[in-house]
């Protein structure tokens, strides 16, 4: 699956814009704030419904203008799928495949499947367990419809319960039979939820040790690890133990919304003692696994984002990064850069389809001849 053109009309800092891509490794070189990762973020939009750096749609729509378009032509298992994306202030957001428009968006997610490498990724290790429940529950709703509206159930459960927990503390009075009724659906959605979690964690964890040990030369030993309150207790035990003190916190204090992931090096927290490298080195094999974990299950491999992956990286571990997405199974390939003069050296050494493409102050693009 590739995708074949992009166009843009009044997307960040982009007017319009029309590009032909190369179905392999697509570059964007250009100084910093000239809009190479905007780029990124529009592929990132086709595939997931939104932006990777701003969730607000109109906070992506070019200053001063009132709307936004995003389009893209894919080949996806040989048939052509055109995929529309249009938010006008004011207004809802429209997603299209093939002209019609779909009912939920969630209805897309899975189609084009897709893995973005970028500095924010840092977040994963220095953030909340949210962050890490975010990347868990990305990517596995990617490859499972089910997983993904078990989640939403799952969410709309959570905030129907912790609204009773909140007119309990105001009214001093509770409806236990209700109370009853959104724990049974917390149960019903989150066990699968669960369930699925421990299964990605465990069969991604030998694919992650594997690239981990192919990007860091073999050097470091590092885990994964699922945190989860029902790893201890029951759903319906842990809703009924943890009743009064969500009593008073006024909110759900046990389930699968609280988990998390641990990510330890040579045994220790990565967040305390990775140095900034090896973190850099950790995610990038991470993504390189949810890559390869999703391209297993689906049987198509996502498109690639690779955002200034190398701003803290030699030039050799650049090269080895490279040269190791380049290969066959990771298809189509989109990187942004800053030193373009690395990049064409690194891309003249493997053979491999690629356009280069220049970006200017004033936001234009020039394709670059070897």
Same mark, same amino acid.
């Not at 319009?16 to 964007?28: T, W």
């Not at 008073?248 to 990565?270: A, C, N, P």
């Given at each position: 699956?590739?995708?074949?053109?992009?166009?843009?009309?009044?997307?960040?800092?982009?007017?319009?814009?029309?590009?032909?891509?190369?179905?392999?490794?697509?570059?964007?070189?250009?100084?910093?704030?000239?809009?190479?990762?905007?780029?990124?973020?529009?592929?990132?939009?086709?595939?997931?419904?939104?932006?990777?750096?701003?969730?607000?749609?109109?906070?992506?729509?070019?200053?001063?203008?009132?709307?936004?378009?995003?389009?893209?032509?894919?080949?996806?298992?040989?048939?052509?799928?055109?995929?529309?994306?249009?938010?006008?202030?004011?207004?809802?957001?429209?997603?299209?495949?093939?002209?019609?428009?779909?009912?939920?968006?969630?209805?897309?997610?899975?189609?084009?499947? *897709?893995?973005?490498?970028?500095?924010?990724?840092?977040?994963?290790?220095?953030?909340?367990? %949210? #962050? =890490?429940?975010? $990347?868990? !529950?990305?990517?596995?709703?990617?490859?499972?419809?089910?997983?993904?509206?078990?989640?939403?159930?799952?969410?709309?459960?959570?905030?129907?319960?912790?609204?009773?927990?909140?007119?309990?503390?105001?009214?001093?009075?509770?409806?236990?039979?209700? *109370?009853?009724?959104?724990?049974?659906?917390?149960?019903?959605?989150?066990?699968?939820?669960? %369930? #699925? =979690?421990?299964? $990605?964690? !465990?069969?991604?964890?030998?694919?992650?040790?594997?690239?981990?040990?192919?990007?860091?030369?073999?050097?470091?030993?590092?885990?994964?690890?699922?945190?989860?309150?029902?790893?201890?207790?029951?759903?319906?035990?842990?809703?009924?133990?943890?009743?009064?003190?969500?009593?008073?916190?006024?909110?759900?204090?046990?389930?699968?919304?609280?988990?998390?992931?641990?990510?330890?090096?040579?045994?220790?927290?990565?967040?305390?003692?990775?140095?900034?490298?090896?973190?850099?080195?950790?995610?990038?094999?991470?993504?390189?696994?949810?890559?390869?974990?999703?391209?297993?299950?689906?049987?198509?491999?996502?498109?690639?984002?690779?955002?200034?992956?190398?701003?803290?990286?030699?030039?050799?571990?650049?090269?080895?990064?490279?040269?190791?997405?380049?290969?066959?199974?990771?298809?189509?390939?989109?990187?942004?850069?800053?030193?373009?003069?690395?990049?064409?050296?690194?891309?003249?050494?493997?053979?491999?389809?690629?356009?280069?493409?220049?970006?200017?102050?004033?936001?234009?693009?020039?394709?670059?001849?070897?």
């Amino acid at each position: 699956m590739h995708l074949k053109s992009l166009s843009l009309v009044n997307f960040k800092n982009y007017e319009q814009l029309d590009i032909p891509l190369s179905a392999r490794i697509n570059c964007f070189v250009g100084e910093n704030g000239v809009g190479k990762t905007n780029l990124l973020d529009a592929v990132h939009y086709l595939s997931l419904c939104k932006s990777n750096l701003n969730p607000v749609d109109s906070q992506n729509v070019r200053y001063e203008q009132d709307f936004l378009v995003i389009q893209g032509v894919f080949d996806r298992k040989g048939k052509e799928e055109n995929i529309y994306c249009g938010f006008k202030k004011q207004k809802k957001k429209q997603f299209k495949r093939n002209q019609k428009e779909y009912t939920k968006l969630s209805e897309h997610i899975g189609l084009i499947p *897709l893995v973005m490498i970028s500095p924010s990724d840092s977040i994963l290790i220095h953030g909340g367990s %949210e #962050e =890490r429940r975010k $990347f868990m !529950n990305g990517v596995i709703a990617q490859y499972s419809r089910v997983y993904l509206e078990n989640l939403i159930q799952y969410n709309r459960a959570l905030s129907q319960r912790n609204r009773l927990l909140k007119d309990y503390a105001l009214s001093r009075s509770s409806d236990p039979d209700m *109370l009853e009724v959104w724990d049974e659906q917390l149960i019903r959605y989150g066990e699968p939820i669960y %369930e #699925e =979690r421990v299964r $990605f964690i !465990n069969e991604l964890l030998p694919v992650f040790n594997t690239f981990h040990a192919h990007v860091s030369g073999n050097r470091e030993q590092v885990t994964l690890h699922y945190q989860a309150d029902l790893e201890g207790s029951g759903f319906r035990e842990g809703l009924k133990a943890s009743l009064d003190k969500d009593r008073v916190l006024q909110y759900t204090s046990f389930g699968i919304h609280k988990d998390d992931l641990g990510m330890d090096l040579s045994g220790y927290s990565l967040k305390k003692s990775g140095s900034q490298g090896q973190q850099k080195t950790f995610l990038v094999a991470l993504k390189l696994a949810e890559f390869e974990f999703i391209r297993k299950l689906t049987e198509i491999p996502p498109i690639l984002l690779l955002d200034d992956i190398f701003d803290k990286f030699d030039a050799g571990r650049v090269k080895q990064i490279i040269s190791l997405v380049a290969e066959n199974q990771f298809g189509q390939i989109f990187i942004t850069d800053t030193n373009e003069q690395r990049l064409k050296g690194i891309l003249q050494e493997i053979p491999i389809d690629h356009k280069v493409f220049r970006i200017t102050s004033d936001a234009r693009l020039e394709e670059i001849n070897d």
